[in-house]
């Protein structure tokens, strides 16, 4: 009998303190590794690193730290939750944060949004999000109709039907087909007429007519949803153009054809208001939530969804399934926990109304920078700011990238990028003071250090 082939582990360090078995997602992992950007703890606006140097967070985490890090409130109820109940099954049992947190979260959404389906991320919620819509189409007698309609320079996570309906090419070239039928909206994004807007473009609403072309082109029953996001942030924070989503949902109602607010970003704050969909006074069919819901300590994940489409599932004899979807850590107790006592920091700190309040402030400081020789775009919305800049020749995204080096590593402050694009979205308790820390000192002194 011929001896396994020995694999060569040269090289190999299996030690813990080895950077190099971690494959890190959405990272250039051989760069991080020549220098990494290691936290090793978090408090309030602010990370520590591994020498326990302080690291001002502009970007809540991952657009996820709302309530700012570490809050004594969330922080006791993960550790009582974890003690009392630490897992309990959610198909065919229960258990009642899931029901109280599934209750507070439509007592927050606008309209009828009046059922919480729950998952782990944005990426299942917003795959949750698309099979409903389709399965809602088969209950109703229209089978037929189960195209995604989505929109360019979009993100709805990193599943199929995310990917399929989302618009960012390199999240989309390397894995096929994708979802048949799938199919775009134009992006809203037009420097010529929206450059340094602060909020909703004037310029742009025309685009949501687009959808009838489409409509002509695919014929309205053949298809299930248009997903958006309310603003596109991961692409490099798009805000919506005045009356766009207005227009949006009067096609969508007009044809049959569902509407669904992807809010796993703007959600629970970040542009003043629960949801941005009451910001904009848009009523969708579903809202994708995940982020902020725990302020980023547990994952969590979920669909609101209007009466009418839960109420198209609960027919049949009752001991039968509605729907066949779900998933093993669906409203978990931790999970649970987390966001109802991040639901009370909001509210009991009023920090869906402390971002409002500070949304000018927030524009105007942003704009300060406009004339800075590296700034090509500034886009406002909310607590968000975004700043385009001049790529370096035969090197894109290489400026951006060297700016979140040296933001972290010589200016004490965390930046998010996207292509030539910084992103900032801090915890909305960010005070005055840290506003012009952020764009009177430390993002000039990074963008000075990368011209």
């Known amino acids: 009998m011929n001896k396994p082939e020995k694999i060569s582990t040269v090289g190999w360090d299996p030690s813990p303190n080895n950077l190099e078995a971690f494959w890190m997602g959405f990272t250039p992992n051989r760069a991080f590794k020549k220098r990494p950007r290691l936290i090793a703890r978090a408090q309030d606006m602010h990370f520590y690193d591994i020498a326990g140097r302080p690291v001002l967070d502009a970007t809540a985490g991952l657009w996820c730290c709302n309530a700012g890090h570490c809050r004594p409130r969330i922080v006791e109820a993960i550790q009582k939750q974890a003690a009392e109940l630490d897992f309990a099954p959610t198909f065919q049992f229960g258990h009642p944060k899931a029901f109280e947190l599934a209750s507070r979260l439509a007592a927050l959404a606008p309209g009828d949004l009046n059922y919480a389906f729950f998952a782990n991320s944005g990426s299942e919620a917003a795959d949750t999000a698309l099979k409903i819509a389709i399965a809602y189409h088969r209950q109703r007698g229209e089978a037929s109709r189960i195209r995604i309609i989505g929109r360019e320079r979009a993100y709805h ?5 995310g990917i399929s309906a989302g618009g960012m090419v390199a999240n989309r070239k390397w894995f096929g087909p994708l979802l048949p039928g799938s199919d775009h909206l134009p992006h809203t994004y037009n420097r010529e007429h929206q450059a340094f807007t602060k909020g909703e473009p004037e310029w742009g609403a025309h685009l949501a ?9 695919h014929d309205a029953s053949t298809i299930a949803a248009v997903i958006v996001e309310p603003m596109s942030g ?8 005045r009356g766009y989503l207005k227009r949006l949902r009067e096609l969508c109602d007009k044809h049959g054809i569902l509407l ?3 809010e796993v970003i703007t959600g629970f704050g970040r542009l003043g208001k629960a949801f941005a969909a009451e910001r904009f006074g848009v009523v969708p069919d579903m809202i994708t939530f995940a982020k902020g819901v725990t302020s980023g300590t547990v994952p969590m994940g979920g669909v609101l969804v209007r009466q009418h489409i839960y109420d198209a599932f609960m027919h049949g004899p009752e001991h039968v399934i509605e729907l066949f979807h779900g998933y093993t850590y669906t409203g978990h107790p931790m999970a649970a926990a987390a966001a109802l006592a991040t639901l009370d920091t909001y509210r009991d700190e009023g920090l869906f109304e402390r971002a409002g309040e500070l949304e000018a402030e927030w524009a105007d400081a942003a704009m300060s920078l406009k004339s800075h020789p590296l700034i090509e775009d500034i886009r406002t919305l909310g607590l968000v700011a975004a700043f385009d800049l001049r790529p370096i020749d035969g090197s894109p995204g290489l400026r951006a990238y060297q700016a979140m080096e040296s933001g972290f590593h010589d200016h004490g402050i965390m930046l998010r990028i996207s292509g030539e694009t910084i992103a900032l979205s801090p915890p909305l308790i960010i005070s005055r003071d840290q506003i012009d820390e952020i764009f009177s000192k430390r993002l000039p002194a990074v963008l000075d250090a990368v011209r």
């Open 234 to 241: 991961s692409t490099g924070v798009l805000p919506p153009p």
């Open 209 to 217: 007519n687009e959808l009838e072309r489409l409509v002509a082109l």
């Open 260 to 262: 669904v607010f992807d």
């Open 157 to 161: 996570g990193v599943g199929f039907g």
